[in-house]
DNA sequence: AATGAATGAGCTTTCATTCAT
DNA sequence: AATGAATGAAAGCTCATTCAT
């Protein structure tokens, strides 16, 4: 990412190309499109991203490091593991409420992962951290005698589990999942699963 | 669905395409490469489903039907709520065991899901039912006194969201998730959550 | 090749590229002038070629092979490996004048072979059956005392320098070269070279 | 041409051209690539050249220029036509030995030039000089009494086509044409077609 | 004199769909 | 009931050319 404008133009590209999936799915949302929403030439795509296959991945990039940035600016100010796990719930539901874009994209971006390798790669950008960051949190939490003796990758993986699980409930319908009530019921969930009673 | 000839090869090419979608994806998967694995012509899809739309339509139907009726025959033989919550549970595990081409294709078909009409329409198919089913034994269980009193849609999206999270993260790396881990993992949460202490 | 229609229409398509490349360049002829030309769409040729380059392939491989074939009837009627010859030369600069189109095709297609393998493949395809026939009558004229003894190779490749050479000016400029004249000179040119004095 | 820079420069992106082309091919050279391998910007190609057909025709006029200068200056040695004419011919297979690019280059140009208008000036740039030149030196030997009594322009026609073909030939198979030899045989094929026993 | 971002026409290629057989 | 040749719209991508800096 060399200058400036080269930045500014690929942060561009990327937002309208969020914004055009969202609406419209991957599979319906040509460069022409993109490039008619973000009013520039279709050239300038290819002459920022080599490939359509390039955007894509800097799209997803971008959604999962903004959630992660997001997510991991909160859950800094917790004070310890209990208060951290309930701030990563309830701040993964808090964003997805503003940012229903990111989310409609990226469940359609899904389609456009089709080969093994793309699957793993995708798997190693997307979930890897979200594990990572809830395993230490958990990790945390056992050692200090705050959470109960679990399996700590089985036990983010569920985690993260309800929390996509009810994100794509929204995603097909927004009607049927109130967020808030779903981010409460999580902590609910999570509480009586994970916390020792005190 | 007039003649048996029609009913075979409709499955026929359902259940191809099926196969085509989990391997290479829905993009790169055209009506030509459908047809050459089923030892048929490009015309006959057209024949009997008039679009690639519809045929995809009879797919996710398809999909989520086959797994609808495993689950209820299973749940069926259960004698209680609780019992019949925890086979709901493993029996959706064990199902993925043996089906992943199927959720390989559905995930990646959520991403020709792309209009909003369409989402509700794939909602009210896929996880309305799911979450009738739950609600239907929650909602037992909680009459019976079996069940702690909770909101009963809320813990039915809850119960769902795991095993589709856990779902997910299976798809995009098998090596990350232990299906069996998992399924206990699960009936351990929902035991907790949402059974009362006997 | 399977089908007969499969066939008239290669044959089509191949004939229309040779009359678009000759007279508009390989550079200069997109598949749509082709389609236009043939009087069909562009996606038959995808249909039948699969690709551009393929389609060239066929084309340069029409042309040499028509040219082979006339050659080799023509001196199949030779008595001798001194008519033989002269029939060869003959016929090479009378075939020349009737399929002018040909070699202007041709000529322009040496630029479309670009690699250093593809350039190894042509001179296979080309030279090599053309040095291979000129390298036969040669070696059949040596042996019967007919020619004086001159490495057989490289005597080839001069007679095949001769009538290329020439065909290359008469290609760029008609008026230049009388083909008749041109092929006589050859001729002579090769009788106090090659044959023997009788 | 204006000043030495300007000179230099278009020196620079000709020989970039032609390496680039003779590696590559016309068709597979875009002006890009040649502005990366002389280490300048793509404008400055169009500023200098105005068009991409204009730097062809300076590619092929700098590539024809070099080797009549060469062969110019090599026959103005020879002390008569019989020697000149020897002399040409050697000095062609040398010149070719120690700059195949260029005639890389050339070939894959000649599919450049496609219309009927840009034959004809490229013959005048290219085979006429060449005629031109083998014309005086046959002329002249004619008078002189050292050459058989030929037809001029045809004599320089066939002396060029050998020289060519054999060319074309070692273009497209380095390792089927040896020059030394060649050029042996072609010296005396011309001896024996030209030359007056003495 | 030089850059390189931007354009947009034009290319090859893919593919759902149609239809004569 | 089935074929597969044919269509043509639409896609991704390339690249000569322009122009503000």
Redesign the interface.
Known sequence: MASLIEKIRKDQIVNTAISAIAA?????TPLSEIARRAGISKGVISYYFGSKDDLVRNVIDRILQDEKAYLSEKIARGENPKEKLLVYIRSSFSYMETNRQNFEAI?????????HEK??D??KR??DPCRNILGKIIREGIEKGEFADR?VR??A??I???????M??W???AS???LE??SL??E??VR??LFKKS
Chains 1, 2, 3, 4 share one sequence.
């Open positions: 419209n799915g991957y599979v319906n469940v359609d971006l899904w389609g456009s992962i089709t080969t699957k793993l995708f798997n997307s979930y399996d089985l036990t993986s569920i993260q589990a309800m929390i996509d699980g009810m794509i409930q995603i097909f319908d049927a999942i109130d009530k779903a019921a999580v609910e969930s009586c699963y």
